[in-house]
């Protein structure tokens, strides 16, 4: 099993930064990729960005330029630096972690971006 912990969240004005941390335990040798996602009022959970063990990475076009995804192995952390916010960032954010035989999520972190 794999357990992660989200942090970092909070409330930000528009144009202002937020850094997000996932701390995962448990199974860390299983796991291939990490990623976050995230989840607006009344919408569908959408990928925002992910690193794989290589630390290659993907990004949300939404979010290409402003957000960067990076992750110190030595303390099993993966971050989410988000820049230049927008109101429209405004989401519970999700930790995830994939394995070959399971997906893990965190808790959710609230970011909330006003105007």
């Known amino acids: 099993q794999v357990q992660l912990v989200e942090s970092g969240g909070g409330l930000v004005q528009a144009g202002g930064s937020l850094r997000l941390s996932c701390a995962a335990s448990g199974w860390i040798f299983t796991i291939n990729l990490m990623g976050w996602y995230r989840q607006a009022p009344g919408k569908q959970r959408e990928l925002v960005a992910l690193i794989r063990r290589d630390s290659s990475t993907n990004y949300a076009d939404s979010v290409k330029g402003r957000f960067t995804i990076s992750r110190d192995a030595a303390k099993n952390t993966v971050y989410l630096q988000m820049n230049s916010l927008k109101p429209e960032d405004t989401a519970v954010y999700y930790c995830?972690?994939?394995?070959?035989?399971?997906?893990?999520w965190g808790q959710g972190t609230q970011v909330t971006v006003s105007p």
């Open positions: 995830n972690a994939q394995s070959t035989i399971q997906n893990y």
